[in-house]
């Protein structure tokens, strides 16, 4: 599975910004899908997460009630909808796909970056 995120940019606090996340190859519905996101000089984290069939989603505290993920297997493609956002979401967004959801992921996306100006 390869995976191309976008939608990154400069937004103002407050603003909205939905990333994509389109996967190539045939087994993208086997897979559960998460996004990630790393800011500068700190670690990796875990943002959301989606289950193959999108039965269940997962949000770091930070984010919950303001980002919603979701996916759409018949264009093997999984969002990431950003609202409200605050000037520490910036950071390199990544998407990556496990067999489970809080399983290493196998595949990662190259990023895209949000910053989100005060």
């Known amino acids: 599975v390869q995976l191309q995120a976008s939608g990154g940019g400069l937004v103002q606090a407050g603003g909205s910004l939905r990333l994509s996340c389109a996967a190539s190859?045939?087994?993208?519905?086997?897979?559960?899908m998460s996004w990630f996101r790393q800011a500068p000089g700190k670690e990796r984290e875990f943002v959301a997460g989606?289950?193959?069939?999108?039965?269940?989603?997962y949000y770091a505290d930070s984010v919950k009630g303001r980002f919603t993920c979701s996916r759409d297997n018949a264009k093997n493609t999984v969002y990431l909808q950003m609202n409200s956002l605050k000037p520490e979401d910036t950071a390199v967004y990544y998407c990556?796909?496990?067999?489970?959801?809080?399983?290493?992921?196998?595949?990662w996306g190259q990023g895209t970056q949000v910053t989100v100006s005060s």
């Open positions: 190859g045939r087994t993208f519905s086997s897979y559960a």
């Open positions: 989606i289950s193959w069939n999108s039965g269940r989603t």
């Open positions: 990556a796909a496990a067999l489970r959801i809080f399983e290493k992921p196998e595949y």
